[in-house]
């Protein structure tokens, strides 16, 4: 029998998932989730399983029993399993896929696939729009239009949606679901903990001494549109909106390995078990336990986990195996930069341009967030779409600013400034002249996205070099699920703004957070120093400042490296105008 060179973890586990599936189909009881915990514990094993399978060690894998060990040993050698061929064989082919649909039970999806040949979803759409589905026995009309819907909620729940829309439901749910009176401890989880820039579905974990109850709340909350998913440990549902939302329910002496194990990353979590696996240990969502004893190490709290490991807490949004375990394990974490750090916003349009509020209730909006200051930073003339202002309109505005300030009472200023476009050539759309009478001066591009990289970065720099110049808005004009960045050479562009005290924008509003996380790092290691803007064109959005946060905090940034975290006598020494 020939040894296959590598099959990953990733691949058996598919493999066995796909047993699971097809046991489920057929009615057979207690070995499917045998099958996805034997998976589970191989997808995210540290260890590869073909070395695992040749050392002969396969039954000391959580959930994997003789008979399971023997299947992957099969896997392994011969990249095959005679036993998933044969379930297939019992089953007419894309069964499992169309049963993973609400409302499509093994039986309909024999059916469908037997009599109308379905092997897809998207052969099931074409068949129930084309109204071929409706004259099989046990269908009907109705069961045509609730396929279709499936399909859509399917389709609709997968997609990745802007953390800074999705953050504040799941708040709302984790909210509601606090009130229960049976609730103990509740918390977000997953990529939406880590606050990363797009969510695919929202984690939620919780302890009760009545899941079942809770689990009843959350399935009956305002805005669920289907259940998907109900037990008493976890159920998963769909919002109006197409978020799928899932939620655990797990016992208090678990919460908080379960609470490490469900946010992640996945990288993150492989690299964490690898060290507990040094030390004879295993940590899983159960908790972190002495395999030579059998003693729980630690596992109620989060903190213990890392603790036990001789870690230095690891906040969440650090979590993606970037180097976060060992600043942890040496005591070089970076102090981030906290979500109250920030004195004001940098970037904030209002009516004079595209914006619908007033500097004044821009600026009452700010001062109910207890900021100290803002920068009124309002488009110039050449971005026509924007009604971009001239240097006469401007010159108006920076005398309404000043007597803002005069008749306000000292503890909040009002900053003016501009957010100017970087023309094709790198030259700036406002002439020196008016630059020199701002407080702070914004460069962005907003035009001419298709230039190449040496084009597109020599434009940036040109601007860079100008005298007046501050900030570099939106540094890569990229847009979340939209619009790709634009080349240029980030590299150049970062040592020139380290050598002449140019500041990268991290643009906070939602479908941006420009400059990203990995990029911002990689600035920071250069000596870049950043400002955190909001874009906001409303009042509502001037608290899309907490996104930009995020995205610092993902990128290692402390409160040092950002200059609105300064009170204003402090920022205006670092600002070049």
Not at 361 to 377: F, K, N, T, V
Request: glycine share 8%.
């Amino acid at each position: 029998m020939e040894t296959l060179l590598r099959v990953t973890n990733i691949e058996v586990a598919a493999v066995l998932y796909e047993v699971a599936d097809l046991l489920e189909i057929k009615g057979v009881r207690f070995k499917p989730q045998a099958y996805r915990r034997a998976a589970q514990a191989i997808e995210t094993l540290p260890e590869d399983i073909a070395d695992v399978a040749r050392e002969g060690d396969l039954n000391a894998i959580p959930g994997v029993g003789k008979s399971i060990a023997k299947k992957i040993r099969e896997i392994v050698e011969t990249g095959n399993l005679r036993y998933l061929t044969s379930l297939r064989e019992e089953l007419p082919e894309g069964v499992q896929y169309l049963t993973r649909l609400e409302g499509i039970g093994p039986k309909k999806a024999i059916a469908l696939s037997r009599d109308l040949g379905i092997r897809t979803v998207d052969d099931l759409e074409a068949a129930a729009k084309a109204g071929r589905i409706r004259d099989l026995p046990g269908f009907a009309e109705k069961t045509e239009a609730n396929i279709l819907a499936s399909i859509q909620v399917s389709r609709t729940a997968k997609e990745r949606r802007l953390l800074g829309y999705i953050l504040p439901v799941a708040r709302d749910i984790e909210r509601r679901l606090a009130a229960f009176p049976t609730v103990g401890q509740v918390s977000l989880a997953g990529s939406i903990r880590r606050r990363k820039e797009t969510i695919g579905d929202v984690d939620i974990l919780a302890t009760s001494s009545h899941p079942e109850e809770v689990m009843e709340v959350f399935a009956t909350l305002p805005g669920v549109e289907r259940v998907l998913v109900r037990g008493t440990t976890k159920t998963s549902v769909v919002l109006s909106t197409g978020i799928q939302v899932d939620l655990r329910v797990v016992e208090d002496e678990h919460f908080g390995a379960a609470l490490q194990y469900f946010t992640g990353s996945k990288e993150h979590n492989i690299a964490l078990r690898k060290l507990a696996i040094a030390r004879n240990w295993r940590l899983s969502e159960y908790g972190l336990v002495d395999l030579a004893t059998g003693r729980t190490v630690a596992g109620k709290d989060e903190a213990g986990i890392y603790r036990a490991l001789g870690l230095a807490w690891t906040e969440p949004e650090l979590r993606e195996d970037r180097g976060e375990l060992e600043a942890a394990r040496t005591g070089t974490l970076p102090d981030l930069v906290g979500y109250d750090a920030i004195k004001g916003d940098l970037h904030v349009h209002t009516r004079w341009s595209e914006g619908a509020h007033s500097i004044e209730e821009m600026a009452e909006a700010a001062r109910a967030l207890g900021y100290e200051y803002i920068a009124i930073c309002d488009h110039a003339e050449t971005l026509h779409i924007a009604h971009g202002l001239s240097p006469g309109r401007l010159a108006d505005q920076v005398r309404e600013i000043e007597r803002i300030n005069r008749e306000s009472d000292g503890d909040f200023i009002l900053l003016a400034g501009t957010e100017c476009n970087i023309g094709m050539d790198g030259r700036v759309d406002l002439p020196d002249s008016v630059l020199a009478d701002l407080d702070v001066v914004v460069a962005s591009v907003h035009s001419g996205f298709k230039q190449s990289e040496e084009e597109m970065t020599g434009r940036v720099l040109t601007a860079m070099h100008n005298d007046h110049v501050d900030i570099i808005g939106h540094p890569t004009g990229r847009v979340l699920l939209s619009r790709e960045p634009y080349r240029i050479d980030l590299a150049a562009v970062f040592d020139a703004a380290a050598a002449l005290g140019v500041m990268m924008e991290i643009n906070a509003f939602p479908g941006r957070l420009d400059l990203s996380d990995v990029n911002a790092r990689w600035a920071r290691e250069v000596g870049v120093r950043f400002s955190l803007g909001s874009d906001a064109h409303r009042r509502e959005n001037l608290r899309y400042m907490e996104f930009g946060i995020a995205t610092a905090r993902r990128g290692w940034l402390s409160a040092d490296d950002i200059v609105n975290t300064r009170p204003l006598s402090e920022l205006k020494k670092l600002l070049r105008s």
